[in-house]
């Protein structure tokens, strides 16, 4: 029998404009029948959409973290495709995050799967009357009940993916043969896809387990699958970004004829806030909150309370050798912070104050790294702090082991230290389980006090929730100080995502929705040189390392032109 593979593009524009791997395809040599009366078979389909899941920590050209088109870091290798974000060189053709196709793959791997659950013989255990074939019919019905809304909230979650970045996109919830005429495909509004994926999200929460606790089977087996309270932290995230500025102002667009694909429409902002606050506090409500432990160690680990959904990956070393200092064993540089992000730590002036980093306080800028948010240390090597297996001392000092003018040195003057596993020594071939977290409990307060700030300004809950972000153990952050403006309050918010959530791909969308692109992404990029004195101490002066370019069209992306090209339905984004 011919080898039969599962797996179709959605459109035959898709096709052509989704040039990843297809190593994760289900590939076999049975054929299409066969497959779907499988159970087994089937849930080796489900299992290749969770593996669908993005890894962030080796995103662009196998080494490039998002952060790096961001003003959290610089990219070390020029040649990488990130490069393109940060020169305004990308378009329609040519896009370093070129996922349309991609999603839409997986999209239709969802939609084939759902009609593929419908076929599974169970006829062995039903037909059988024994108690013990009767039990495995029993749980298997049940197991595919609860694969079905595990694929939906992946087809949801994928769809939003599409959304950030697209803005209304075609929703296709059925599975489509190869011969459907795609020509006269359009784009839904941005409404209906953001009603169909937070209605997809209310339907897997409802039928879901809470958590991995609290599944009906092996629970070694079942942590990384999605749970209530992962539907009901995409619903947060989606109807947080349904309230900012961006999907709420369609006029930077500059008169775009389609403003319903790009903005929502019907109701109040106020409204949409209160339902983003509310998706947020259902999160909260739904289970006990756990204590927010250890920082650093939470970002190589996937069993941990804090972390709600996250994808694990094989053991490797590839993360440390993509990022460790250019003086260590395979040491690349990588993802090197900036002096922008540095500056977003606060210092902590005493137990109940914070003051904001201020180059023109000489005391700061003779010691830049003292008594600063401990979160600054955990995620950001500095200079002259140890690091690796076998450990020393970094030194980011021009002449330095790890400095410029050594080629492929930091161009910033720090390294990224967050998600790394330090122990690993990296000529021994030493490796250890990386995992990149989705959602965690700090982005769900986070977006409650954001969302509750906007529509309840001065709510008792904002400073609660953003209070137990900064309390964190071996955080210990002085808490939100009271009487504070609606403003200062939001600008306290915004700087905690900031810190919180530093490499973890938040950044480059929390700017976008919040309209901050000019102000943010417009402007140099910022380093540090560091100068070794004759006493063995050390003067740093912030520096620019990278001119930057934003635009206002690149709120969106633009969708890709081969796609336009055969789909003609398809509007192009606004000003590309």
């Not at 029948?33 to 080796?58: C, H, M, R």
């Not at 994808?311 to 993360?319: G, H």
């Not at 959530?501 to 910022?526: C, I, K, S």
Request: glycine share 6%; proline share 6%; with cysteine.
């Amino acid at each position: 029998m011919k080898k039969y593979t599962y797996i179709l593009t959605v459109l035959a524009a898709l096709a052509m404009s989704a040039c990843q791997d297809l190593d994760r395809e289900f590939v076999t040599t049975i054929g299409q029948k066969e497959i779907e009366q499988s159970f087994g078979n089937v849930q080796s389909l489900l299992n290749a959409i969770y593996a669908d899941i993005p890894d962030g920590t080796l995103y662009i050209g196998g080494a490039a973290m998002m952060a790096s088109a961001t003003d959290e870091a610089e990219f070390t290798a020029e040649t990488n495709p990130i490069q393109s974000f940060n020169t305004g060189s990308w378009n329609a053709v040519n896009n370093p995050d070129l996922v349309w196709g991609t999603y839409y793959r997986s999209i239709r791997k969802v939609n084939q799967f759902l009609a593929s659950t419908g076929k599974i013989n169970l006829d062995p255990w039903k037909l059988d009357p024994s108690a013990s074939a009767q039990q495995v019919y029993q749980t298997n019905l049940a197991a595919i009940k609860r694969w079905t809304y595990e694929a939906r909230f992946l087809r949801a979650y994928y769809y939003f993916e599409l959304v950030k970045r697209y803005g209304g996109v075609p929703l296709i919830n059925r599975a489509l043969s190869l011969d459907e005429d795609f020509s006269k495909m359009q784009r839904n509004s941005l409404n209906e896809c953001l009603q169909f994926i937070t209605a997809e999200c209310d339907s897997a929460a409802a039928q879901l387990p809470l958590n991995a606790s609290t599944f009906p089977y092996v629970a070694a087996t079942d942590l990384g699958r999605v749970t209530k309270l992962t539907a009901l932290s995409l619903k947060s995230r989606v109807l947080l970004y349904a309230a900012s500025d961006l999907f709420n102002t369609p006029g930077w667009a500059g008169g775009y004829g389609k403003p319903e694909l790009i903005s929502v429409s019907g109701g109040d902002r106020m409204s949409r806030w209160k339902a983003a606050s509310d998706a947020a506090k259902a999160v909260i409500d739904a289970a006990a909150l756990p204590t927010l432990g250890a920082y650093k160690s939470l970002f190589n680990t996937f069993n941990n309370a804090e972390i709600i959904f996250s994808r694990s990956n094989a053991a490797s070393n590839q993360f440390e050798r993509n990022n460790s200092p250019i003086g260590f064993n395979l040491g690349q540089s990588g993802n090197t912070p900036s002096q922008d992000l540095v500056d977003a730590y606060e210092v902590k002036v005493s137990a109940t104050t914070a003051a904001k980093f201020d180059w023109n306080n000489p005391a700061m800028a003779a010691d830049p790294y003292a008594n600063r948010d401990p979160r600054l240390g955990f995620t950001i090597v500095v200079n002259n702090t140890p690091f690796g297996t076998p450990a020393r001392n970094v030194q980011l000092w021009t002449g330095g082991l790890d400095a410029k003018p050594i080629p492929f040195a930091s161009k910033t003057g720090y390294y990224l230290r967050k998600y790394q596993i330090e122990s690993l020594n990296l000529i021994n071939g030493n490796t250890g389980v990386h995992s990149w977290i989705l959602f965690r409990y700090p982005e769900i307060y986070l977006n409650y006090a954001e969302a509750l700030n906007e529509w309840s300004p001065g709510n008792a809950d904002i400073k609660a929730y953003y209070d137990r972000v900064r309390s964190r153990t071996g955080v210990t952050m002085p808490l939100l100080p009271t009487g504070l403006s609606q403003a200062d309050v939001r600008e306290k918010i915004r700087n905690e995502r900031r810190v919180e959530f530093a490499f973890e791909d938040h950044r480059f969308w929390d700017v976008r929705r919040w309209m901050q692109g000019p102000t943010y992404f417009n402007t140099p990029l910022r380093g540090v040189d560091i100068t070794r004195n004759a006493d063995a101490t050390f003067s740093y002066k912030p520096v620019p390392v990278e001119d930057r370019v934003f635009t206002p069209k690149m709120y969106l992306y633009p969708i890709p032109q081969s796609d336009i090209n055969i789909a003609g339905g398809l509007a192009q984004n606004p000003l590309w």
